[in-house]
C-alpha cells in the first residue's frame, strides 16, 4: 500500500548513531519536501523534522533529516532509550494527490 | 498552543456512517494558512491521509481516490471545528482516525488524540 519504503526495523546501544532511509520516486521524494514522524506506543504521530531537514522548536538537535534525489534518510545520534519508537516518513505525492507515509521504522535501543 | 479535541463513537456496523469531529483550541478553522486534515493509521494500511479542507477567500476541499465515494469533510465555523464523514463503512475501515493541523510548511504539526473505529457486526 505504501509506496516509501522504510526498513521495518532498526537498533542500536545508548549513544550509537542509527540511520533510516525512505525510498520513493521521482513523483514524490524526487519533487517535494520530506517530512519525518516520531511515535511512541499508543500515541498519536510527532512532527520530528519537516522540510527535509528542519526541526521544530522542542525536537533535539540529536535528530536530523536529508534528502538527495529520491531517497530521504533520519538519523538520531546519541541514541537515548527514550527514542524507541516508531519512525515514519511522509512527503506529497503528484502523481497519486495525496500526502503519502513510509512503511515505518520500529527503533530499538539495545 | 494548539490543541485538537476528537469526538464521536467507537463502534459502527457495516454499512453505517462513521462520524467524527475535531474541536479546535488556539487557531481557527478559517485560518488562512492551515489546512484541517483527517489520517487514520490501521495495521493493513498503515497511516493513510484521507482528505482536508482549508480556507483561502474560499473553501475548498481535497480526497484521497481511495475514499473519494465516500468521505466528506465540512468546517464549522461556528463551533471552530471540523468533521469526518465516511458513508458505508466496510470492517476495512476500522483504524484509528486522527485528525490534524497542516501547516504553512505542509507536515501536520498538531494531532488529536486519535479515535479507534471499529466495524464489526
Known amino acids: 500500500q505504501s509506496v516509501l519504503t522504510q526498513p521495518p526495523s532498526a537498533s542500536g546501544t545508548p549513544g550509537q548513531r542509527v540511520t533510516i532511509s525512505c525510498s520513493g520516486s521521482?513523483?514524490?521524494?524526487?519533487?517535494?519536501?520530506v517530512y519525518w514522524y516520531q511515535q511512541l506506543p499508543g500515541t498519536a504521530p510527532k512532527l520530528l523534522i519537516y522540510?527535509?531537514?528542519q526541526r521544530p522548536s522542542g525536537v533535539p538537535d540529536r535528530f536530523s533529516g536529508s534528502k538527495s534525489g529520491t531517497s530521504a534518510s533520519l538519523a538520531i545520534s546519541g541514541l537515548q532509550s527514550e527514542d524507541e519508537a516508531d519512525y515514519y516518513c511522509?512527503?506529497?505525492?503528484?502523481?497519486?494527490?495525496?500526502?503519502?507515509f513510509g512503511t515505518g521504522t520500529k527503533v530499538t535501543v539495545l | 498552543q494548539v490543541q485538537l479535541q476528537q469526538s464521536g463513537p467507537g463502534l459502527l456496523k457495516p454499512s453505517q456512517t462513521l462520524s467524527l469531529t475535531c474541536a479546535i483550541s488556539?487557531?481557527?478553522?478559517?485560518?488562512?494558512?492551515?489546512?484541517w486534515t483527517w489520517i487514520r493509521q490501521s495495521p493493513s494500511r498503515g497511516l493513510e491521509w484521507l482528505g482536508r479542507?482549508?480556507?483561502?477567500?474560499?473553501?475548498?476541499?481535497d480526497y484521497a481516490g481511495s475514499v473519494k465515494s465516500r468521505i466528506t469533510i465540512n468546517p464549522d465555523t461556528s463551533k471552530n471545528q471540523f468533521s469526518l464523514q465516511l458513508n458505508s463503512v466496510t470492517p476495512e475501515d476500522t483504524a484509528v482516525y486522527y485528525c490534524?493541523?497542516?501547516?504553512?510548511?505542509?507536515?501536520?504539526?498538531?494531532w488529536g488524540q486519535g479515535t479507534l473505529v471499529t466495524v464489526s457486526s
Open positions: 490534524t493541523r497542516t501547516s504553512f510548511h505542509r507536515d501536520f504539526d498538531y
Open positions: 488556539g487557531d481557527s478553522v478559517s485560518s488562512n494558512s492551515a489546512a
Open positions: 479542507t482549508y480556507y483561502r477567500s474560499k473553501w475548498y476541499h
Open positions: 521521482t513523483s514524490n521524494i524526487g519533487n517535494n519536501y
Open positions: 522540510t527535509n531537514n
Open positions: 511522509a512527503t506529497w505525492d503528484d502523481s497519486l494527490n495525496v500526502y503519502v
